[in-house]
């Protein structure tokens, strides 16, 4: 029971590199999102989706773009990688997000990245 | 804009101590309040809260949710060292803006 896999671990990149986070889940959920972990500050939502097809902003969504072509999949682009942009990401998935709110959200492990 | 309040942010006590971790929020459409433990890496789901005055329990961990004072709390008691983690609380809101707002977390500390 894989639940939600995030890839990878951990990531250096350099200032004005692009890069993927990979997302995946097996649970057949339809709401994902991703969050940006920083010291002091809590979680804070960059975007989700909904369903297949549908995404929209979060609290952070500058800088990063989402796609949602599949149930199971929602990958994060960092368009041109930022020191501002160095934290732990997670990403998460629920059974359904909107207007219901009553399932917890499952969390992949993180990924660590630092933008030099 | 939404918020949510944890308090304290951080608390260290000794083995066999209760402990009280309090959560308040300001949160649009307001649906329901979440407690998650993070150890050392992703955060693992605790308690759901949607109901006023319905306390919620797991073994040592308890929770309950008082919607006309906008809170929650989440009682451990008699604590162990396996205990020690960052709680989170976060508020679930629908609308166009979907998705949870997390509070800053309480990183307790449990001493032997």
């Known amino acids: 029971n894989a639940g939600v896999t995030q890839t990878p671990k951990f990531q250096v990149l350099k200032t004005g590199q692009s890069m993927t986070l990979q997302c995946a889940q097996d649970m057949n959920h339809e709401y994902m999102s991703w969050y940006r972990q920083d010291p002091g500050m809590g979680l804070r939502l960059i975007h989700y989706?909904?369903?297949?097809?549908?995404?929209d902003q979060g609290e952070v969504p500058n800088g990063y773009n989402v796609s949602r072509s599949t149930t199971e999949d929602f990958p994060l682009r960092l368009l041109s990688a930022a020191p501002s942009q160095t934290s732990v990401y997670f990403c998460?998935?629920?059974?359904?997000?909107?207007?219901?709110?009553?399932?917890?959200?499952?969390f992949g492990q993180g990924t660590r990245l630092t933008v030099v | 804009e939404d918020k949510v309040v944890q308090s304290p942010l951080s608390l260290v006590v000794h083995e066999g101590d209760t402990v009280t971790l309090n959560c308040s929020y300001e949160v649009t459409n307001f649906r329901s309040l979440l407690w998650y433990k993070q150890e050392k890496k992703a955060p693992t789901f605790l308690f759901m809260l949607t109901s006023s005055g319905i306390e919620k329990k797991s073994g040592r961990l308890s929770s309950i949710l008082d919607k006309k004072e906008l809170s929650s709390i989440l009682n451990i008691t008699a604590t162990q060292t396996g205990d020690s983690a960052i709680y989170l609380c976060?508020?679930?809101?629908?609308?166009?803006?979907?998705?949870?707002?997390f509070g800053k977390g309480t990183h307790l500390i449990i001493q032997p």
């Open positions: 989706s909904v369903g297949a097809g549908i995404t």
């Open positions: 998460a998935s629920s059974y359904s997000g909107v207007g219901v709110g009553t399932t917890e959200a499952f």
């Open positions: 976060a508020a679930y809101r629908r609308g166009s803006a979907d998705g949870l707002t």
